[in-house]
């Protein structure tokens, strides 16, 4: 099993950040779509064993977490409406 690629990366750096408010409101836009697939892929190449890509599956929790936390501190930094 190969790791994964660099679980540390932030996923709310300023380009991502840039297409997330630029993208149009119908449109889906996820930055830790990378890391799911690679959790996809892992289940493909393992015959669906959910224990050989539990690193992967970390890896986008993880990202998922950092971003979330990032989006929700911006929109309270802004003045967000639920903020």
Avoid: V
């Amino acid at each position: 099993m190969s790791s994964p690629a660099d679980p540390n990366a932030d996923p709310w750096d300023k380009e991502t950040k840039h297409k997330f408010q630029n993208k149009a409101r119908s449109e889906y836009f996820d930055p830790c779509q990378e890391a799911a697939a690679r959790s996809i892929r892992c289940l493909n190449r393992n015959g669906g064993d959910r224990k050989m890509c539990t690193d992967y599956f970390e890896a986008y929790r993880a990202c998922k977490k950092e971003w979330t936390n990032r989006r929700r501190d911006d929109r309270k930094k802004e003045g967000g409406l639920f903020s």
